[in-house]
């Protein structure tokens, strides 16, 4: 299972999720249900989440780090201000908000698998080998962090 840990961007994982989402549910049309405002809801979602990932993108070009997901070996700091005070993982958390978007707009019992499986991919695969990355590179300042600072949110 290491075989897949930094290999699969997160976007791309969001991706593949989402057109997961979209071919189940139109296939089991049985498990749909009514959402009032459905439309709204995801809109809000989608967008707070695009909000949450691009403030999180910003704030790693701002300390000029890389926001490469592939390669958390190669940050050049540690950051901890901005967004990242309330979050470790806020393009992560934002990819997540705009796959519930997605879910509540397909509005099917099918599509909640679907952020789940990203958290769960995500968490195992993507998260886990950063933070084991970034405690290798910035030791306890890493350490203090991740104590003060939750993973998702």
């Known amino acids: 299972m290491q075989k897949l840990e930094l290999k699969v961007p997160p976007p791309a994982v969001a991706l593949l999720l989402a057109s997961a989402m979209w071919l189940a549910t139109s296939i089991s049309g049985a498990l749909a249900f009514a959402l009032l405002g459905r439309l709204a809801i995801a ?3 989608a967008a ?6 691009t403030a999180g993108t910003v704030s790693f070009w701002r300390a000029r780090t ?7 070996d190669a940050a050049s700091s540690l950051v901890a201000t901005g967004i990242y005070r309330l979050t470790r993982n806020p393009m992560y958390l934002g990819l997540f908000l705009v796959l519930a978007g997605w879910a ?7 599509a909640l698998v679907g952020p789940l499986m990203f958290v769960l991919y995500i968490n195992r695969f993507q998260i886990v080998p950063e933070e084991r990355a970034l405690a290798a590179k910035f030791g306890t300042a890493f350490d203090d962090y991740r104590r003060r600072t939750r993973r998702w949110i």
């Open 43 to 45: 809109i809000a979602l």
């Open 104 to 110: 509540a707009y397909l509005s099917n019992a099918v």
């Open 48 to 53: 707070f989440g695009v909000a949450i990932s």
């Open 66 to 72: 890389t926001v490469n997901p592939t390669r958390p």
